[in-house]
Every structure is written in structure tokens, then in C-alpha cells.
């Protein structure tokens, strides 16, 4: 079965499961009921913008099953490893689920994983619900510069504390992933 099947199926699973109609999902989505089963048929893309509000309409978490070929967008589902903000101490990485996301093809999509934001980042214009996608920073410090963005992480014992810092500026915690992309929220 291919990938796109496989996102048709959990589609369809989840307006089973859910008790939701085509007719709901396509007010959700703001299309025309033809368009959702031309959806669920597959002779139509999913658009980037709606795998978030499906996920959300059917109350269902994203699959982390691949790439959909059939998508307007390359586009994955990635690993969410943890929330960036100034106050919130989390237990280490725990299960935040996924969120589909633009890959950058230069780095393996295993390797990408999400950080979504709690506090509005004032500098970077990303209010809470947008993410930072980053990889390790121990396997790609090669393209790493001064001055780009990564991920910080402060220990407490067993309680980390994600944030965003500057390469070459970071004095407090360990720098663990480099920033590759600011997304903002899909509305």
C-alpha cells in the first residue's frame, strides 16, 4: 500500500471512528463537499494547509507513515521532540506527537524533528504554535555559522529547558540541533 493510501485510509478510519461526516470535514477544510470526497477518492492533493485541520477535525494525531507523493508540497510528518520557552522545564523528550512539516532535502527527514513554540519569539516574528524544525547539532555542526539559530537545551536534573540561541553565543546550556527552518501556524 502506498503512502497516500495509507493517509486516505487513516482519513477515512477517522471519520468513522470520530462520528464526522465528509460534509463536517469539508466545512472544516472551507471546501465543497465534492472536493473532500474527490479528496478521499485520491484525485485530489491534500494541501499543506488542511493535513493539520483533518488531523484536528477528526481528533486524530497525524500518522507518521512517510512521505505523501500526492501533496501540492514535500512535506512530512516529524517527530515533535519538545516545546521552546523561557519558563516551561519539561521531562527530557516525551511523546508530543507529530506535525507535518516542509523538509529540507539536504539533511535525512529521520533526522529533522520539531520544536514547537510556548512563548511568543518576538525576535523572529513566531507567536505559540509555530515550531522551529532542527537537526542534531553533534551530525551537522558543519552547517553550523556563527550567529544561525539552534536549539538550547538546560538541564535540571531530569527537567529540560528548550530555547532558542545564536551559534557562538550560547553560554548557558548545551547547544543540541540546528534551527533549518521557522514555520509559523497553518490557519
Known amino acids: 500500500m502506498t503512502h497516500d493510501k ?15 461526516t465528509q460534509k ?5 477544510l472551507d471546501l465543497d463537499p465534492m472536493a473532500v470526497s474527490r479528496l478521499l ?3 485530489r492533493r491534500f494541501q499543506i494547509d488542511e493535513l493539520q485541520k483533518i488531523a484536528a477535525y477528526i481528533d486524530e494525531s497525524l500518522p507518521n507513515i512517510g512521505p505523501l507523493s500526492n501533496v501540492s508540497h514535500r512535506v512530512e510528518t516529524v517527530r515533535i521532540a519538545g516545546r521552546i520557552s523561557m519558563s516551561l522545564w519539561q521531562e ?10 516542509h523538509i529540507d532535502r539536504r539533511f535525512p527527514v529521520a533526522d529533522q524533528q520539531a520544536f514547537l513554540i510556548d512563548d511568543t519569539v518576538a525576535a523572529f516574528g513566531l507567536v505559540r504554535g ?30 529540560v529547558n528548550y530555547q532558542i540561541g545564536e551559534v557562538g553565543r550560547v ?11 521557522a514555520v ?3 490557519l
Open 92 to 101: 527530557g523528550e516525551g511523546d508530543l506527537g507529530t506535525v507535518v512539516a
Open 130 to 159: 509555530s515550531y522551529f524544525l532542527a537537526v542534531p547539532m553533534k551530525d551537522y555542526a558543519a552547517h553550523a555559522h556563527d550567529g544561525a539559530l539552534c536549539v538550547v537545551a538546560r538541564k535540571k536534573g531530569a527537567l
Open 184 to 186: 509559523r501556524p497553518m
Open 41 to 43: 477518492s485520491g484525485k
Open 6 to 20: 495509507l493517509y486516505i485510509s487513516w482519513l477515512r478510519q477517522g471519520l468513522k471512528k470520530s462520528g464526522k
Open 24 to 28: 463536517g470535514l469539508a466545512r472544516a
Open 171 to 181: 553560554t548557558d546550556g548545551d547547544v543540541i540541533g540546528l534551527v533549518i527552518a
